[in-house]
Each structure stands twice: as structure tokens, then as C-alpha cells.
Nanobody, 121 residues
Framework: QVQLVQSGGGLVQAGGSLRLSCAAS????????MGWFRQAPGKEREFAAA???????HYADSVRGRFTISRDNTKNTVYLQMNSLKLEDTAVYYC???????????????WGQGTQVTVSS
């Protein structure tokens, strides 16, 4: 069973930056498609970014150009670098993973515990 453990997040002023990390257990991380989702208060969870096993990436329009997803297969870790943060980026962020698949398939089997990101004015 793959486990995803998130770290990072917190409180930041608008225009600032944060980096989220998600460490995965297991030996097959390198074959996994990894994604980041977020859920704002009172809203449904939405897709933010994904990275394939070969490094291809896909972003939601709302974060493209500001967020960067990356992975380090030697550390079994995926990152989400968030720059130029806006008030509307405030949400609980979740990492997700599944074996294989593509970055445009939003179905995932494994989920992290979630981490709060709060952007203040």
C-alpha cells in the first residue's frame, strides 16, 4: 500500500511563495503519475497540477505560470512550488498518486493527508 505524506504549507502574504512536498513510500514511485489538488472552503476539490512518470506536466489554467510541479525519483518525492500566490489560492492542498496513467486523467488511487495553505492580504 502506497502512503503519501505531505509537508510544507502555512501562511503567506499575497505575492509570496511556498513549496509543498509529498513523500511516497514504496519502490514503484518512479512509475507513478503524481498530482496536486486543492479544496477551498465551501468548494469542491479541484485539480491543480500533475506530473507523469517521464516528467510530462499539466496544469490547471488558474495556476499555470505561477505553480511548478516537479519530482525527485531518488527521494520518492513530488513538489509543488507556488509563486505569486493570490488570495484565491487559499485551500487545503492534497497530493495524489496512481500507477501509470496520464497527466490528463484525474483519477487517483492514493491521497496525502492534506495541508493548509493560507494566503493573506
Amino acid at each position: 500500500q502506497v502512503q503519501l505524506v505531505q509537508s510544507g504549507g502555512g501562511l503567506v502574504q499575497a505575492g509570496g511563495s511556498l513549496r509543498l512536498s509529498c513523500a511516497a513510500s514504496g519502490r514503484t514511485f518512479r512509475t507513478y503519475t503524481m498530482g496536486w489538488f486543492r479544496q477551498a472552503p465551501g468548494k469542491e476539490r479541484e485539480f491543480a497540477a500533475a506530473i507523469g512518470w517521464a516528467g510530462s506536466t499539466h496544469y490547471a489554467d488558474s495556476v499555470r505560470g505561477r505553480f511548478t510541479i516537479s519530482r525527485d525519483n531518488t527521494k520518492n518525492t513530488v513538489y509543488l512550488q507556488m509563486n505569486s500566490l493570490k488570495l484565491e489560492d487559499t485551500a487545503v492542498y492534497y497530493c495524489a498518486g496512481r500507477s501509470g496513467g496520464t497527466v490528463r486523467d484525474y483519477r487517483y488511487d492514493h491521497w496525502g493527508q492534506g495541508t493548509q495553505v493560507t494566503v493573506s492580504s
